[in-house]
């Protein structure tokens, strides 16, 4: 049974969509999965000034956050944030500045790994973002497992270093959607093949 | 008479050192500076249980942390980091997030932008980090300034989209110092031309 | 009187479009202009045998191929090429790997560089070929000025690292055109405040 | 038996001396090896004009060169040329240009890839270049096993994205040998479990 740690930060909820979608179908593939939010590092008062910051906020104080060990513990690691000028965002850097230790021990290597994002604008680093993400899994070691075009969906969505999501424009439409469960599908494809 | 903010970040003094050269050099050549530390967003039990960063905090407690407004002040921008995985700081990127309003407005755009890095080690993501930088300023509508070859001095650092210290081998040896000096030198010239 | 130098690469016309639309908007804003194509490097037989790119080829036989001495003269710099892979073309890396002459005396640097590409699908590479370019011209000690969001346009077309048309959705359509407008003007404008 | 296609463009030999390397290890470990050189594409009187250039030319002019079906045939590739301005040689790229059809039909996807250079300065693109094919890699749809540091060997290295050489420093020296080897190990370890 293959282990999924989808590990994200999302402030308005389109993040947090995408990676519901990614555990549902993943789940519905027999994985087991850990869907986990990175903490919230903006001060409350800003996050409160914010209303659709705060609603989400809000909906997803529950569950549960994410810890280095969901990255030791997974066979497989999807990791999603939103843009910041051709970046992750600073709360999913926050998380990935706290993995020192797992790195140092050689636990965050021999993954598979992919990314997701969304911005507002439709080339508004979309690209950028998820590269920046691959540069990170390259320093864990990672074994790197982008969508490409490696299915007709893909030339929907048109993006072949991960799965991103423009919220100006249709959101996490159909052809989000099926983009996400390819992206999904053969990530655990991928990882039962290394596991046998 | 050219306004320069340097912002950075620094865990144990090294972007620190680089930021001070690069201010001392600034202002003796005429510039109005502002040397600013982003904010530490760390936990502070976190600082405190690594001896070289809880010291190297408290060397610099009373100075004045940046703000955005520091930004929109500037003719010119020098930004400086330590890497993660080949990026910026989660710190750094925190003190960027909180830049929205000013973008929005357009007061980060048509300044002269350049960045510093340092890493441990020799390609630890020394050119990823600074290219990072670069995209974000792309994103500000910066007028984006980095050192190429265009003196001598790159022939011995040999890092083109900025400069990079490698604290595992000289750190700021004068290689190094040469570098900054030439750097900030050159972001003031091209101010200089810009605002005539 | 500012000096441009428009220096692509197009296969199929797109990118020529594109660079025709810079170069008239350039002259009738007083600039010099030199739109220069780069030298085809695929083998005749190949180009022949795809009915389009024959076309193209055909219709700009005539006119003139770029020479890096029309980067020593210019004061300013918009290259162009569609994308490969996540990469600007053979074509137009061919040309720059000429430069090497004029790299080595300095005479690369100090001139004002933007860029534009196209691609056939949405996310298919645009911003990493931008970003590709960028880079480039970072080595060669340039002074970059991508877009970013300087203008209302820039939300339309919504590439902050320099000029994207997707040739199978809209091609060069209005939307298109006011970015091409509003980068070249950018260019010269801050070209011409260089010179002063 | 894994089969393994080493792809690269060498100038003056150092990509050369580096694909040898890694060939050898993979064949002492019994994978099947294709050693492959992308065709030259400058023209003859220009490489005949560069001593270094032309000798080393005349040295491999016996071998093979590769061509698209190397990499569809392969379980893993593994690319390497030395830097342009952050960018792979305009020879690798031609040779990446002409992938259109097996690229279309799925065929250079779910392979095993990795990636080397070399250059002449020390942080002169040797990131961005690895980068460079990295994201050609996710256009692949590939596997992409980035070396990380993986092994101690990589902490005198020092490249996670791949294996670099600055041949102004050391050249081919036993620390890059070694992280030669390591890559390829790695690379044939990942493409065997994949395998199974």
């Given at each position: 049974?293959?282990k999924?740690?989808?590990?994200?930060?999302s402030?308005?909820?389109?993040?947090?969509?995408?990676?519901?979608?990614?555990?549902?179908?993943?789940?519905?593939?027999?994985?087991?999965?850990r869907?986990?939010?990175?903490r919230e590092?903006?001060?409350?008062?800003?996050v409160?000034s914010?209303?659709?910051?705060?609603?989400?906020?809000?909906?997803?104080?529950?569950q549960?956050?994410?810890?280095p060990?969901?990255?030791?513990w997974?066979?497989a690691?999807i990791?999603?944030?939103?843009?910041?000028?051709?970046?992750?965002?600073?709360?999913?850097?926050?998380?990935?500045?706290t993995?020192g230790?797992?790195?140092?021990?050689?636990?965050?290597?021999?993954?598979?790994?992919?990314?997701?994002t969304?911005?507002?604008?439709?080339?508004?680093?979309?690209?950028?973002?998820?590269l920046?993400?691959?540069t990170?899994?390259?320093?864990?070691?990672?074994?790197?497992?982008?969508?490409?075009?490696?299915?007709?969906?893909?030339?929907?969505?048109?993006?072949?270093y991960?799965v991103?999501?423009?919220?100006?424009?249709?959101?996490?439409?159909d052809a989000?959607?099926?983009a996400?469960?390819?992206?999904?599908?053969?990530?655990?494809?991928i990882?039962q093949?290394?596991?046998?």
């Amino acid at each position: 049974m293959t282990k999924l740690s989808i590990i994200y930060y999302s402030s308005y909820g389109t993040a947090h969509q995408m990676a519901t979608r990614l555990a549902r179908t993943a789940e519905s593939q027999g994985a087991e999965v850990r869907l986990r939010r990175v903490r919230e590092t903006a001060p409350d008062e800003v996050v409160q000034s914010v209303e659709g910051w705060a609603a989400h906020a809000a909906s997803v104080a529950d569950q549960p956050v994410a810890e280095p060990e969901d990255l030791a513990w997974a066979d497989a690691v999807i990791m999603g944030s939103g843009t910041r000028y051709g970046h992750v965002t600073s709360q999913l850097q926050s998380f990935i500045d706290t993995l020192g230790p797992l790195w140092q021990e050689g636990r965050l290597a021999d993954k598979v790994y992919s990314a997701f994002t969304s911005s507002q604008t439709l080339h508004g680093g979309q690209e950028t973002t998820l590269l920046a993400m691959i540069t990170t899994f390259a320093h864990f070691g990672g074994i790197i497992v982008p969508p490409g075009y490696t299915d007709q969906v893909k030339f929907n969505d048109g993006n072949p270093y991960g799965v991103g999501v423009v919220t100006g424009a249709g959101g996490v439409d159909d052809a989000a959607n099926d983009a996400l469960d390819h992206m999904v599908t053969r990530v655990l494809t991928i990882a039962q093949r290394l596991e046998s």
